[in-house]
């Protein structure tokens, strides 16, 4: 056992030094290659994370009868958050709601009778759930008007559809090429060698045997490139999220993290499985 363990170290030096250059190479760009891959893997998320925010935020606003008590606009709320999709309801006081208004508008609002009602904002997931709410609530005791922006509806719906399309454009424009990429690296990395592969073939070696110490220098540079690429750009993502002021970040650092630690143990495991079985040795 120690026989082999020796033998492979020797391999793997020799590789290593005769190689050197091609190695150096290969392991920078791939630092770089996994910098943009975090990159387009966090943009994607971002987006897709945005996207179920939004789905969340079909707004309704229920209006209700001026002779409506207390206790029947709590009932009126329950009623409401029984239903299918129902994300979230907010209770609007006519009379604060009169008072911010008057505010915004520079009026005193003495001596001014008050033309709004009690109202709830409701936020719904999807369209579907909006209609089929607005639907039910109207039918409610107590309910005067129930009120769907739909300008802002349609709004809502296109950001969502630019959104789908950014995705998918991310994913072919930069993700998929990022990724072929990094396999080409690393798989060039045996195939480059596929004369002295040939040659320990000859002698009567198995493949197994001859390809351990290319696959050992390839996963420990693939491991280590996906490491620090990852780390440069978590420290970037912090770095943009604590200094620049106005944007609106839905993934935290944590969380990108975590999505790239996910992305890079599934390729790891995936990679030596495929480039090992893509690699043809001629006897």
């Known amino acids: 056992m120690f026989k082999k363990i020796n033998q492979m170290n020797t391999e793997i030096n020799e590789l290593i030094q005769k190689n050197i250059t091609y190695y150096t190479l290969s392991f920078t760009t791939l630092i770089f290659a996994f910098l943009f891959f975090n990159i387009s893997v966090i943009s994607v998320y971002n987006i897709y994370q945005s996207n179920k925010a939004l789905?969340?935020?079909?707004?309704?606003?229920?209006?209700?009868?001026?002779?409506?008590?207390?206790?029947?606009?709590?009932?009126?709320e329950k009623n409401i958050l029984t239903l299918n999709g129902i994300e979230q309801i907010g209770y609007l006081n006519k009379e604060l709601a009169f008072k911010k208004l008057a505010d915004q508008l520079g009026l005193s609002n003495r001596g001014i009778g008050?033309?709004?009602?009690?109202?709830?904002?409701?936020?719904t997931k999807g369209e579907e759930n909006l209609n089929n709410a607005k639907v039910i609530i109207d039918e409610i005791d107590g309910v005067k008007e129930v009120v769907i922006n739909q300008k802002s509806i349609t709004t809502l719906d296109e950001k969502i559809k630019r959104n789908n399309k950014l995705i998918i454009g991310l994913l072919i424009i930069t993700l998929l090429p990022i990724k072929i990429m990094i396999f080409n690296i690393m798989h060039s990395s045996v195939v480059s060698q596929n004369h002295?592969?040939?040659?320990?073939?000859?002698?009567?070696?198995?493949?197994?045997?001859?390809?351990?110490?290319?696959?050992?220098?390839?996963?420990?540079?693939?491991?280590?490139?996906?490491?620090?690429?990852?780390?440069?750009?978590?420290?970037?993502?912090?770095?943009?999220?604590?200094?620049?002021?106005g944007l609106n970040y839905i993934v935290s650092t944590i969380q990108a993290g975590?999505?790239?630690?996910?992305i890079i143990i599934i390729v790891s495991?995936?990679?030596?499985?495929?480039?090992?079985?893509?690699?043809?040795v001629k006897r």
């Open 196 to 245: 002295d592969i040939e040659a320990k073939f000859y002698l009567g070696m198995e493949k197994r045997e001859i390809l351990r110490p290319y696959y050992f220098i390839n996963n420990i540079k693939f491991i280590s490139a996906a490491i620090i690429g990852s780390l440069i750009f978590l420290n970037l993502y912090e770095f943009i999220q604590s200094q620049i002021v």
């Open 114 to 123: 008050n033309p709004l009602l009690n109202s709830f904002i409701v936020k």
């Open 269 to 280: 495991l995936v990679f030596p499985f495929l480039s090992f079985n893509l690699v043809k």
């Open 55 to 76: 789905s969340k935020s079909y707004t309704l606003n229920v209006y209700m009868n001026n002779n409506v008590s207390q206790n029947s606009i709590e009932k009126i």
């Open 258 to 262: 975590i999505v790239v630690g996910i």
